[in-house]
């Protein structure tokens, strides 16, 4: 997808747009790119998730835009700012790969598994629909979300393109 009004979502970062805009993120491994959308007021969001959960954080200013259970509540809060409600919002996801394979299956080596759960859990607490998911297997992903239309494309160079 060609866009003129791409907005980037970098690693450990999130980003909304209201009525145009596309949010963009690359590099999805194991960590996920979720989007929140009200499509009522065509309002859109994206949090890069790297880490499950910020109990985890070692550093001196927590980046909430880095863990699952700190970045979707921002990201709902930025969205409401704009005018969104979390009673109209729906989510979509990808990412959460396991991009290497170790011979124990421990759990903190199932970061990207664990970033998928974590992502369901605090959408769960909020009920907040998941619409659509291309998450797991062992390969990157790019995605862009289209505040226009609602729409979540995905990019592997494994598995091609994919639209949700």
């Known amino acids: 997808m060609i866009q003129d009004n791409l907005i980037k979502v970098g ?3 999130l980003n909304v747009t209201h009525l145009t805009g596309v949010l963009k993120t690359t ?3 194991s960590c996920v790119g979720i989007t929140l959308y009200d499509n009522k007021v065509k ?3 994206m949090a890069h998730v790297m880490l499950p959960t910020s109990d985890i954080a070692r550093e001196g ?3 909430i835009a880095k863990y699952a259970d700190t970045a979707i509540p921002e990201l709902i809060r930025k969205m409401e700012e704009l005018g969104a409600q979390v009673k109209r919002m729906e989510a979509k996801m990808a990412g959460g790969a396991q991009m290497f394979s170790f011979g124990s ?3 903190t080596m199932r970061i990207g ?3 998928v759960e974590s992502c369901k ?3 769960s607490r909020y009920s907040i629909p998941l619409k659509g998911e ?3 297997g062992n390969y990157g992903r790019t995605i862009e979300f289209d505040c226009d239309t609602g729409v979540l494309f995905i990019r592997s160079v494994q598995h091609g393109n994919k639209e949700l």
């Open 11 to 13: 690693m450990a970062d």
């Open 27 to 29: 590099g999805l491994g």
């Open 43 to 45: 309002i859109a969001g």
């Open 61 to 63: 200013k927590l980046n």
């Open 105 to 107: 299956q421990s759990d």
């Open 113 to 115: 598994p664990r970033n």
């Open 121 to 123: 859990e605090m959408l």
């Open 134 to 136: 291309d998450t797991g």
